[in-house]
């Protein structure tokens, strides 16, 4: 009963360096989303995805984007990583696009930029 | 720009005594309403939704909700312990012309609550 994985738990990356981040979802819910959380400004969402085939901004998509592979799996990408988006990602999925019963959210990813 | 506002804290209580944490949001039309417990260094927890004007209990928490002033909030009731963490709150929102469900949440900064032994 994993719920949503989120890989690495930890990243360290040199500023310019590019990575993804990955999560995936067993719960065959249909929309998932990424947030940002920084110490002060709670969780800001980055990207969400309604549906499968669907994906559209969030409030802070700048230096992001983002691939829903299939109905189970959400990757966020940063093309060139800056000291900014040093941050903790959290991953979230719910049954449908009216959240209605909540999000359930992954473990989340460390990330420093240095 | 739809907001949810949270006193960062902490607040500090005692054990055993009751933790009331307060939430307000700005868009009118949101219909639900979530609390989420976070302890430090983990993700945040699902632990109370609330729909509709008026109280929701569940052990020793209880959400209550005013549409009317736009204002929720969580009563821990009992306070542990092991209580002791940040209360998220989030609340769905519409879209500016209130036509549609925007499908996403918004979240506070959160309300750190300590308890003390």
């Known amino acids: 009963n994993a719920g949503v994985t989120q890989t690495p738990k930890f990243q360290v990356l040199k500023t310019g360096q590019s990575m993804t981040l990955q999560c995936a979802q067993d719960m065959n819910h249909n929309s998932m989303y990424w947030y940002r959380q920084d110490p002060g400004m709670g969780l800001r969402l980055i990207y969400y995805s309604a549906s499968e085939g669907t994906t559209d901004k969030g409030e802070v998509p700048n230096g992001y984007n983002v691939s829903r592979l299939n109905k189970r799996e959400f990757s966020l990408r940063l093309e060139s990583a800056a000291p900014s988006q040093t941050s903790v990602y959290f991953c979230?999925?719910?049954?449908?696009?009216?959240?209605?019963?909540?999000?359930?959210f992954g473990s989340g990813t460390r990330l420093t930029v240095v | 720009q739809k907001e949810v506002e949270q006193n960062s804290g902490p607040l500090s209580v005692p054990e055993g005594a009751i933790a009331s944490l307060n939430c307000t949001y700005s868009d009118r039309g949101s219909q639900s309403f979530f609390w989420y417990r976070q302890y430090s260094g983990k993700s945040p927890e699902l632990i109370m939704s609330?729909?509709?004007?008026g109280d929701k209990e569940d052990g020793r928490f209880t959400a209550q909700l005013n549409k009317a002033s736009q204002y929720v909030s969580l009563l821990i009731r009992d306070s542990q312990p092991s209580d002791s963490a940040t209360y998220l709150c989030?609340?769905?929102?519409?879209?500016?012309?209130?036509?549609?469900?925007?499908?996403?949440?918004?979240f506070g900064q959160g309300t750190t609550l300590q308890v003390k032994p």
């Open positions: 989030a609340v769905n929102t519409f879209l500016d012309d209130g036509s549609s469900n925007t499908g996403k949440l918004i």
């Open positions: 979230a999925s719910s049954p449908n696009w009216t959240p209605n019963y909540g999000y359930t």
């Open positions: 609330i729909y509709s004007n």
